[in-house]
């Protein structure tokens, strides 16, 4: 009686602690899926903007703090998105998108000069064409989701 007390014990132990692994695992790939799928379509947002902010940068000291803050804050979810802890299945697209965000880094950082120096902003940074193949990216993502 007490052997079979115990082995249910145990028994239900083994299959709680695995729950836990999976739940957390779970909750690990939805957690990256949400972080990648808000960062991709904060990086289409900007895309989508840029070229107005720039042209507005040009006559416009407002507009051109505005655009520094906002190329500082991009750059900074660069960054971000690096630590994001990624699960087993996800690596090589998470892999994918480091080399779009290291190209990317350097567009900003590329940016940020070309505005301190009164240059157009985003000549020759890459960033329009980084953007252009991290929308693929969101769009192939998007056409796995049910």
């Given amino acids: 009686m007490i052997k079979r007390s115990v082995t249910a014990l145990m028994l ?25 799928t808000d960062y991709l379509q904060s990086l289409t ?9 720039a042209e507005q940068a040009v006559t416009d000291l407002d507009a051109r703090t505005d655009l520094k803050e906002r190329l500082l804050a991009l750059k900074e979810q660069v960054i971000n998105y690096e ?4 699960p087993d299945y996800a690596k090589d697209l998470h892999q994918s998108i480091a080399e779009y965000n290291a ?5 900003l950082d590329q940016a940020l000069t070309n505005l ?8 020759s940074t890459g960033i329009p064409d980084t953007i252009s193949k991290i ?3 969101l769009n192939q993502i998007n056409q796995l989701a049910p």
């Fill in 12 to 36: 239900s132990i083994m299959l709680l602690t695995a729950g836990c692994g999976i739940i957390e695992e779970a909750g690990q790939t939805l957690n990256f899926a949400t972080e990648t």
């Fill in 45 to 53: 947002e900007f895309g989508q903007d840029m070229n107005a902010l």
């Fill in 83 to 86: 630590g994001l802890q990624v």
């Fill in 103 to 107: 190209t990317l880094q350097q567009g």
């Fill in 116 to 123: 301190e120096q009164g240059r157009a902003v985003f000549d």
């Fill in 135 to 137: 929308n693929e990216l």
